[in-house]
């Protein structure tokens, strides 16, 4: 099945630990997105990416970093320097930058304490 | 991009349709209407999306005003997965555009 894929659901850190979060999709496609959803508020964009090496800042993009070395992989990492990283975190795809559907994961609900 | 305004919340009986409202009174010319879910602790899910005419698709119809300052989503038979937030959302195509998700309407769907 093609879809998108985010590991782990849940993660726990301790502050001050860098966290790397993982988004694989299997769609083919070019443009892939990383939003920040915080309780009962919608989604936040922080870093999104239209082709495979090149990546731009989103809204939000202060304490975190990301890299696409391949077309199918767009990992997030949460550094230290991110004052509040407790969020649930979304990544998507699409088979263009802007084009119309944004396909999503599942999410991961990361906790730092 | 131009900002939508939603109701917090509405509710609808299984079964009846669920007439979702959208204001976008400063949209432009080239922005497009887009709907989006969210079902709890899941991600968003497209649902359909318009420029001026109206659009059905096998979840919903969407139907967009004359001047394009509002929109509707309809769902013609909710049922009680359709429980979910739905946000509206005014985008350009292209490079470089992008998606703004606002706090959107949470519909509940009772028995």
């Known amino acids: 099945d093609g879809g998108i894929t985010q590991s782990p659901k849940y993660l726990f850190r301790k502050e001050g630990q860098n966290v790397t979060l993982s988004c694989e999709q299997n769609?083919?496609?070019?443009?892939m997105y990383w939003y920040r959803q915080d309780p009962g508020q919608g989604l936040r964009l922080i870093y999104y990416?239209?082709?495979?090496?090149?990546?731009q800042k989103g809204d939000i993009a202060e304490g975190y970093s990301v890299s696409r070395e391949k077309k199918e992989s767009f990992p997030l990492t949460v550094t230290s320097a991110q004052k509040n990283p407790t969020a649930f975190y979304l990544c998507?795809?699409?088979?263009?930058?802007?084009?119309?559907?944004?396909?999503f994961g599942p999410g991961t609900r990361l906790t730092v304490t | 991009d131009a900002k939508t305004t939603q109701p917090p919340s509405m509710d609808c009986a299984e079964g009846r349709a669920a007439n979702l409202p959208c204001n976008h009174s400063?949209?432009?010319?080239?922005?497009?209407v887009y709907w989006y879910r969210q079902i709890h602790s899941q991600g968003p899910q497209y649902i359909i999306h318009?420029?001026?005419n109206n659009e059905t698709n096998e979840m919903a119809s969407l139907i967009i005003t004359e001047d394009r300052k509002s929109s509707t989503l309809i769902l013609p038979h909710a049922t009680l997965r359709d429980t979910a937030v739905y946000y509206c959302?005014?985008?350009?195509?292209?490079?470089?555009?992008?998606?703004?998700f606002g706090k959107g309407i949470t519909l509940s769907v009772r028995p």
């Open positions: 998507a795809s699409s088979a263009r930058q802007g084009t119309y559907e944004q396909y």
């Open positions: 769609l083919n496609h070019d443009a």
């Open positions: 990416s239209q082709i495979v090496n090149d990546f």
């Open positions: 400063t949209i432009s010319g080239n922005e497009y």
């Open positions: 318009g420029l001026k």
């Open positions: 959302i005014v985008s350009a195509t292209g490079a470089n555009s992008k998606l703004t």
